[in-house]
């Protein structure tokens, strides 16, 4: 147990802070349902409120914008450089960049699959998709029930999904996790942070690209 945990301590660490984090992100969400004065829905308990489309829709909102941020950061990666950022190939390094091609034999003599090759991307791309139209179904059911308390017809899907509501919190969620990847590039190229595999030695020049991937 000692050596799983020791293994595997960075993974566990953040899937601890997303327990903690969503936990108090339904009980918090919960006792606000008795502040609204709008007579927004009220649910029956706190398990009943884990299915609210309001709780939901704040729940994926976050998740999709977090899953596109780091889809965009792996395949941006893999033709753009950085110079000088920990995260990013080394500029004039083309041929080290490359690495194996698909249909390349591995260690072992068997082909790398096209799908091997780009299972990271296409991961996130999966979970993206997922997160996003969860997002959007619960958005709408929660848009919907406020429409409904005010006497308003309820959207369609259709409109739904062009409503200004919904793009609103959509490009409010990513440009957030945009701004804050793109501070990350910028300042890991001024910046250390001893004893971090997310920074450069504390030795390196300014513009040492991509230490961290030595």
């Not at 893999?78 to 390349?104: T, W």
């Not at 096209?114 to 619960?138: I, V």
Request: aromatic share 14%; glycine share 8%; hydrophobic share 45%.
């Amino acid at each position: 147990m000692a050596r799983f945990l020791k293994d595997n301590g960075l993974t566990l660490a953040f899937f601890g802070l997303f327990l903690i984090c969503i936990g108090g992100q339904a009980i918090s969400g919960y006792a606000l349902q008795t502040e609204d004065p709008a007579g927004q829905s009220r649910s029956s308990g706190l398990i009943a409120y884990l299915a609210d489309p309001g709780f939901l829709k704040g729940v994926f909102s976050n998740w999709q914008a977090a899953l596109l941020q780091l889809l965009v950061l792996i395949v941006f990666s893999v033709f753009l450089r950085q110079r000088g950022a920990s995260h990013s190939r080394k500029p004039d390094d083309e041929a080290a960049a490359q690495g194996p091609r698909p249909g390349a034999p591995d260690r072992v003599g068997r082909p790398y699959s096209w799908t091997y090759a780009n299972g990271l991307s296409l991961a996130f791309l999966g979970l993206f998709l997922l997160a996003f139209a969860a997002f959007f179904f619960a958005n709408a059911a929660s848009y919907n029930a406020d429409r409904s308390r005010r006497g308003e017809a309820a959207l369609d899907l259709a409109q739904s999904l062009v409503s200004a509501d919904l793009w609103f919190q959509t490009f409010q969620t990513w440009q957030a996790e945009f701004f804050a990847m793109g501070m990350f590039l910028l300042l890991s190229i001024y910046l250390r942070q001893d004893g971090s595999a997310e920074s450069k030695r504390l030795t390196a020049r300014d513009d040492e690209t991509g230490a961290v991937n030595e």
